[in-house]
């Protein structure tokens, strides 16, 4: 990747892609699946919610504008089931889990078992892009000089491999090992931005709690008590880096990539991990091939601002020091302190100035609104009001910048 700062993507004022749907568009999907609606009426409904949020972004100050997410389910979309070699299944066998993973355990420990996953059935390959209509219609909403600031969040590519036991992610005989079955999941991945680059994508999210759960003592414990492990929690983080740069290899220099990172944001804002970023940040910040990384820190759960000395003088990240679960606001000063402080530590690390640390900063919440469609506990004017404090931080710390 590029040795220079890559910016406007990033912007001063950022969300992470995923908004409050509005009732009819829930309301018709779930229509759709009582078979009370038609897909085409459902089409016609994210059609409308779209283009009415894409107007809200830019009538709040907004440049990375989203869909919203408004055509997924959950956050990650449908990009792995798309793929050659894999396969929903509902009411999984339990037993192919780590039931260590902070996700699969806070359903476990609440008396759920996993509903539903995506399995790894025979050899992957892509055959067709699940995210490019999405892309191509919130372009069509957009003028061309705009396109490049638009923003579509993607899945993991570790997605469905951390949550599995060693040894249950794939079949042994499609893939020996994790080196083979990650080399076919990084050419799904290269295709899938080729696609969307040809199609006028410049600005990526990859949204990826599983890198905060390296952060978690608890799963971490978990992992040496496992003794189906027969490597470290280490020597996978460094299968996963590796994974993403080769995933990224290919990608032109004018394609921004950000990597989100929170704790878990399911219904009624629940998370599932907690942990500083202590343990990763200098793997993460300075071998990971990303420009930008979008960071949960609304709560203590994510710990302080001293990872930030690692961050190297050419990649940004975004405070997400605004909280999306809840509608209680954040004081205004306190949130600009804490975004100085950060860039402090910032400059600490890099032997420069908090002004010139600054430049390397953005605002934003911790995540989205609703990376489950059914939303988090607020009303959408809640979500205005944090969209509108997120913007008037920008606009204060470093105005006149997008």
């Known amino acids: 990747m590029s040795t220079k700062l890559h910016q406007r ?76 070699g894999f396969e929903e299944i ?64 993607l899945a993991a590519p570790e997605w469905y491999h951390l949550r599995y036991k060693e040894g249950r992610a794939y079949p042994k005989e499609v893939y020996k090992n994790d080196e083979e079955y990650f080399a076919d999941i990084a050419k799904a991945y290269q295709t899938e931005l080729d696609i969307l680059y040809k199609e006028g994508l410049r600005n990526i999210q990859i949204d990826d709690p599983n890198f905060a759960y390296f952060c978690s003592e608890k799963m971490l414990a978990g992992w040496k008590e496992d003794k189906a492990n027969t490597y470290s929690a280490d020597h996978l983080l460094d299968g996963y880096i590796k994974l993403y740069n080769d995933c990224l290899s290919k990608r032109p220099a004018d394609m921004h990539i950000g990597l989100h990172i929170c704790r878990g944001n399911f219904v009624g804002g629940r998370h599932f991990s907690e942990g500083g970023y202590d343990r990763i940040a200098v793997k993460m910040f300075q071998t990971l091939a990303v420009d930008t990384y979008y960071l949960e820190y609304d709560t203590p759960r994510a710990g302080g601002f001293e990872p930030l000395k690692s961050l190297p003088k050419n990649k940004n990240v975004i405070l997400g020091v605004i909280t999306s679960k809840f509608p209680k606001m954040e004081d205004f000063e306190e949130m600009k302190n804490r975004i100085h402080e ?39 004017q809640d979500m205005i009001n944090k969209l509108e404090l997120v913007r008037k931080l920008a606009d204060e710390i470093w105005p006149g910048e997008p």
Request: aromatic share 8%; charged share 25%.
């Open 9 to 84: 993507p990033p912007f001063r004022a950022e969300h992470l892609g995923s908004l409050l749907r509005p009732d009819d568009l829930l309301k018709t999907r779930a229509d759709v699946d009582k078979k009370a609606a038609s897909q085409k009426q459902l089409t016609s409904t994210e059609d409308t919610a779209v283009k009415e949020i894409v107007d809200l972004q830019l009538k709040l100050g907004y440049h990375p504008v989203s869909d919203g997410e408004y055509r997924r389910h959950m956050f990650w979309g449908t990009f792995f089931p798309g793929l050659d």
């Open 90 to 153: 509902q009411n999984p066998d339990p037993e192919i889990f780590r039931m260590y993973m902070p996700d699969i355990a806070a359903f476990t420990e609440s008396g759920h078992k996993p509903g539903e996953t995506v399995i790894c059935t025979g050899k992957i390959k892509h055959v067709g892009s699940t995210y490019v209509d999405q892309w191509n219609y919130l372009k069509s909403l957009l003028p061309k000089e705009k396109w490049g600031e638009a923003k579509l969040t």
């Open 342 to 380: 950060a860039a402090a530590y910032v400059a600490q690390g890099n032997g420069c100035s908090k002004e010139e640390a600054l430049k390397q900063l953005g605002v934003s919440p911790q995540c989205g609104f609703a990376s489950h469609s059914s939303g988090n506990d607020m009303k959408r």
